[in-house]
């Protein structure tokens, strides 16, 4: 090995150490010197260039970095695995299947000449590249070949979100089952299978795998969610205000988090509070329809018929399908029409539903659940009989509530 050859592998080395440390900056600027003493012709400090700045999220420009490493050596499987995974970052998936159908190509050729073995990388990043383009058959296949070379809990999580994509429950339990072998503490997979039972309307069987994934993960907001929907569900608001309350601390601008303390208040027979909740849960997801439900039910309740008609038309609009919306839509119209005219005995669409988490592919990874709010009472007129110092009252007492439940999670959290 000559002198220069032996200086560039030095600064390789050193190249690595400052990647590994994240200075990134010295990185760079070690790299630039590196690469104009050698004119530009050094792969390894053109590739870690290209690390750098897809950290920094400038993938365009790490894609070029990584052609020009495989311009400089077309034989390296990593620097096609790299070109792949930029164009997949960038969205454009059908070449990044074609890039790395090439690097299993030369893989394979590899390992007939006895050199390396199959990598499982290539085929579960081809898989998300599948699932990207929703050829979902295509991606559970390539993430089953990723298992049979090695398992990786990855893996199977991305193939029981593409089970859940199909709609194929069963399947997605099975898998996450099968992942519980090779990872039984982790709290991601307990929690995914917790609410998938929950999907299921098993609801024992979810608060086991949920009770697990908490004893794991105390703090995460997404088993604290789930959980504290099952007690809910179970008409022991208080237990689940306890646990939003923690979860509120973590993710305070979730929208399903809001929704659910929402129909808590609700079923306490707070509906200053409730509304309260539920508008900064509609501020979240100005396009959640269940979260625009529950506001029509608590403005039912609360004798505002026209605001009750307005967010339940909304719910309506966005899920056309929802029996219980209908109803309650025209039941809100007939109210505000003839506001004395007696009401009739609650009906079974008056009734609150709070949320649980969603998935990336757009599905819900939990049912909705009736919280049990009784709707009755006799008529007081129009809303807009209402006078300005009474709505001032009520807007500062809503101010107040949501105060109140972020001031209480922080100490609660502090005291737990």
Not at 203 to 212: C, M, N, Q, S, V
Not at 395 to 409: D, G, I, K, P, Q
Request: net charge positive.
């Amino acid at each position: 090995m000559t002198a220069k050859a032996i200086a560039r592998t030095r600064r390789n080395v050193h190249i690595h150490r400052l990647y590994v440390r994240h200075e990134h900056d010295a990185c760079l600027a070690l790299i630039e010197e590196v690469l104009a003493e050698f004119d530009g012709l050094c792969e390894y400090p053109i590739y870690v260039k290209a690390l750098v700045q897809r950290r920094r999220g400038r993938i365009q420009e790490s894609l070029q970095l990584f052609q020009a490493a495989t311009a400089l050596n077309p034989h390296n499987v990593q620097n096609l695995k790299q070109v792949g995974r930029s164009l997949y970052l960038l969205g454009k998936h059908k070449a990044a299947v074609e890039v790395y159908e090439e690097a299993e190509k030369m893989a394979a050729e590899k390992r007939r000449d006895g050199v390396g073995k199959e990598d499982w990388e290539i085929h579960h990043q081809k898989g998300l590249c599948y699932a990207r383009s929703k050829q979902f058959g295509a991606a559970a296949e390539c993430f089953m070949r990723a298992n049979a070379v090695s398992r990786h809990e990855a893996t199977y999580e991305q193939l029981g979100r593409v089970y859940q994509a199909q709609e194929n429950w069963e399947a997605a339990i099975a898998t996450y089952l099968e992942a519980l072998e090779s990872s039984p503490d982790s709290p991601d997979i307990l929690a995914t299978l917790g609410l998938l039972y929950l999907r299921l309307g098993e609801t024992y069987r979810a608060f086991e795998y949920l009770d697990a994934a908490l004893a794991r993960d105390p703090a995460s907001p997404r088993v604290i969610l789930a959980a504290g929907s099952v007690i809910q569900d179970h008409d022991d608001v208080d237990v689940a205000l306890v646990k939003y309350r923690v979860a509120a601390v973590k993710e305070p601008n979730s929208a399903q988090l809001w929704n659910n303390v929402g129909m808590c208040f609700f079923g306490k027979n707070r509906f200053v509070a409730a509304i309260a909740c539920l508008k900064k849960a509609l501020y979240l997801d100005p396009f959640g329809w269940i979260i625009s439900y529950n506001l029509g039910l608590a403005h039912l309740k609360t004798q505002q018929h026209a605001s009750a008609f307005h967010f339940l038309s909304g719910c309506v609009k966005r899920k056309p399908d929802f029996a219980a919306g209908r109803l309650g839509k025209r039941q809100a119209g007939v109210r505000a029409r003839h506001p004395a005219r007696p009401r009739g005995p609650p009906h079974a669409a008056q009734r609150g539903h709070h949320a649980v988490q969603r998935g990336r592919f757009g599905k819900r990874e939990g049912d909705v659940r009736g919280a049990r709010p009784a709707v009755g009472g006799a008529g007081r007129g129009r809303e807009g009989g209402r006078g300005r110092g009474s709505r001032r009252t009520e807007a500062s007492a809503a101010r107040r509530a949501v105060r109140f439940f972020l001031v209480e999670s922080r100490s609660r959290v502090v005291t737990s």
